[in-house]
């Protein structure tokens, strides 16, 4: 079980001559949210708003982290808004392996390592591997070692031809699931390196014979399922995204802790056996 130092994703920028009119009205118009709606959850007026986005007035540094509290703002553009309105960023950026992290990373070490031996891991906001069980790396053995160092990429990990994505058995859907979650995070996040992560990932091909002849499984699972080949045994397995609840740190608030839970008692049963 390794944790590994992360990156930013992608430093706040104010754009340029813009200000923070036009970020804020695009926030709010993709959470369909009206100008006086707004108002009333911040105790404001339709006027200031409209004013705010027009560039007519400039709002205080405490108006707009209100704001982007009722707009529900990722963490790391909420920066992005107080710079460009001229403030200093409010979210510190902490490296993962600072020692002000380290009640946190022990945390999650324990949270993940408790878990087994079912599969967990931690991402950072690119899908980058942080931190790792060894249920997880149960299912990697045999992966190229390219794949798997430096910083390992759990969406590479499971859509590259020499990943995990042969050993998949109902890799359509899975692939599907796994570019629709990056488009959902790509649309709340202006991130251009999520985006090019996406671009690389949904070029992948598929590999021949995917899918193909495999007769439906009778199973009624309760939410869509990775099933993959494992030593001969097709495991399958639901999987649960954890996120920090109010962080107040740009890397906590994108980290996310991602738990697979046996979606039937075969697996189960399996799983339990390699621990005795």
């Known amino acids: 079980m390794t944790l590994v130092a992360s990156g930013p994703a992608d430093s706040p920028t104010a754009p340029d001559g813009k200000g923070a009119g036009p970020l804020l009205r695009a926030w709010r118009e993709r959470r369909r949210i009206s100008q006086l709606e707004l108002a009333l959850r911040a105790d404001s007026s ?3 708003i409209s004013f705010v986005e027009t560039g007519r007035a400039r709002p205080s540094e405490e108006m707009l982290l209100r704001l982007a509290e009722h707009l529900d703002v990722p963490v790391r553009e909420r920066n992005a808004l107080l710079l460009a309105a001229g403030y200093a960023p409010h979210y510190p950026e902490t490296p993962l392996d600072d020692p002000a992290l380290d009640a946190l990373r022990d945390g999650m070490e324990r949270l993940i390592g408790g878990y087994e031996p079912y599969p967990a891991l931690v991402v950072d906001a690119t899908y980058t591997v942080v931190a790792a069980n ?8 045999g992966v190229p070692e390219s794949l798997l160092a430096p910083a390992p990429n759990a969406m590479r990990l499971t859509l590259h031809p020499e990943g995990l994505a042969p050993r998949i058995r109902n890799l359509r859907e899975w692939r599907g699931h796994l570019l629709e979650q990056m488009e959902r995070q ?6 251009a390196a999520l985006r090019e992560l996406y671009e690389e990932v949904a070029a992948y091909p598929v590999p021949a014979g995917v899918d193909e002849g495999r007769p439906a499984e009778p199973v009624a699972y309760f ?9 001969g045994r097709v495991l399958s397995f639901v999987s649960s995204i954890s996120t920090f609840n109010t962080p107040m740190d740009v890397t906590v608030a994108e980290l996310a802790i991602e738990t697979f839970l046996p ?5 189960a049963k399996y799983l339990r056996s390699l621990v005795g």
């Open 46 to 48: 339709a006027r200031h």
């Open 134 to 141: 060894r249920g997880i790396a149960r299912l990697l053995e």
């Open 186 to 191: 790509i649309a709340l996040h202006r991130s």
């Open 223 to 231: 939410a869509l399922p990775l099933r993959i080949e494992h030593e």
């Open 263 to 267: 979606a039937d008692p075969a697996t």
